[in-house]
T-cell receptor, first 115, second 109 residues
C-alpha cells in the first residue's frame, strides 16, 4: 500500500516568513511523529500524536513551532517567523500503535531552506 | 534506551554479502534491536527488527547473539542501491527514535 507522504518535497523561504509542512500517514496508523534532521546531524524528535490523546510536544524547539493533526490522519507542522537555523529536512513517520516492537515508517521528508 | 556502537564505514563488493555489526552491551530485556537505513537525500527506511530470535525478511537477516549484547545485519547479495548509512537502534518503550552516527556502507561495482 501507499507509504507516508509529505509535501512539499522542497521549500525555500525567506527569513521571517511562515511555512506549513504536510504529512499524510499510512492509512490506519494511529501514531504520527515529526522529526527533523539537520545537515550531518542525527534525528531530532519534535512532536508525537497518538489517537485522541494530547500530543507530546516536548521536542518542539521554540514557540514558533506548532503542529496539529486533523481527524486523526493528516498532520501539519507550522513554523512561524522562520530563522536560518530552521533549515533542515523535516521528516514525518507513522506507526500502527505505540509500544514495544512497533515500527515507525518514514516519509521522504521536506527539505526546508531559509534564506 | 541503550546506546549502540557501529563502525563508521564499511565496503563490500556487489553481489557479495554485507555484514554490518552493532554492539549494544547495555541492552535491557524488553528492548528491541531495530535497523534502518538512509540513502542520500531520502527519508529513513525501515529494514528489520528483533528481540531475541534471529529474523529474516525480504530485505535482510538479523542475527542477535544469545546474550543480546551485539547483532549483525546481513544483506545477502548487496547491490549498488544498497549504498547507504545504516543505523542500529535499541528501543524499549520510548517512541522517540534516536539515530547514532550509523555505518556508511559503500557497495563497490
Amino acid at each position: 500500500g501507499a507509504g507516508v507522504s509529505q509535501s512539499p518535497s522542497n521549500k525555500v523561504t525567506e527569513k521571517g516568513k511562515d511555512v506549513e509542512l504536510r504529512c499524510d500517514p499510512i492509512s490506519g496508523h494511529t501514531a504520527l511523529y515529526w522529526y527533523r534532521q539537520s545537515l550531518g546531524q542525527g534525528l531530532e524528535f519534535l512532536i508525537y500524536f497518538q489517537g485522541n490523546s494530547a500530543p507530546d510536544k516536548s521536542g518542539l524547539p521554540s514557540d514558533r513551532f506548532s503542529a496539529e493533526r486533523t481527524g486523526g490522519s493528516v498532520s501539519t507542522l507550522t513554523i512561524q517567523r522562520t530563522q536560518q537555523e530552521d533549515s533542515a529536512v523535516y521528516l514525518c513517520a507513522s506507526s500502527f500503535r505505540t509500544g514495544e516492537g512497533d515500527t515507525q515508517y518514514f516519509g521522504p521528508g521536506t527539505r526546508l531552506t531559509v534564506l | 534506551d541503550a546506546k549502540t556502537t557501529q563502525p563508521t564505514s564499511m565496503d563490500c563488493a556487489e553481489g557479495r554479502a554485507a555484514n554490518l555489526p552493532c554492539n549494544h552491551s547495555t541492552i535491557s530485556g524488553n528492548e528491541y534491536v531495530y535497523w534502518y537505513r538512509q540513502i542520500h537525500s531520502q527519508g529513513p527506511q525501515y529494514i528489520i527488527h528483533g528481540l531475541k530470535n534471529n529474523e529474516t525478511n525480504e530485505m535482510a537477516s538479523l542475527i542477535i547473539t544469545e546474550d543480546r549484547k551485539s547483532s549483525t545485519l546481513i544483506l545477502p547479495h548487496a547491490t549498488l542501491r544498497d549504498t547507504a548509512v545504516y543505523y542500529c537502534i535499541v528501543r524499549g518503550s520510548s517512541y522517540k527514535l534516536i539515530f547514532g552516527s550509523g555505518t556508511r556502507l559503500l557497495v563497490r561495482p
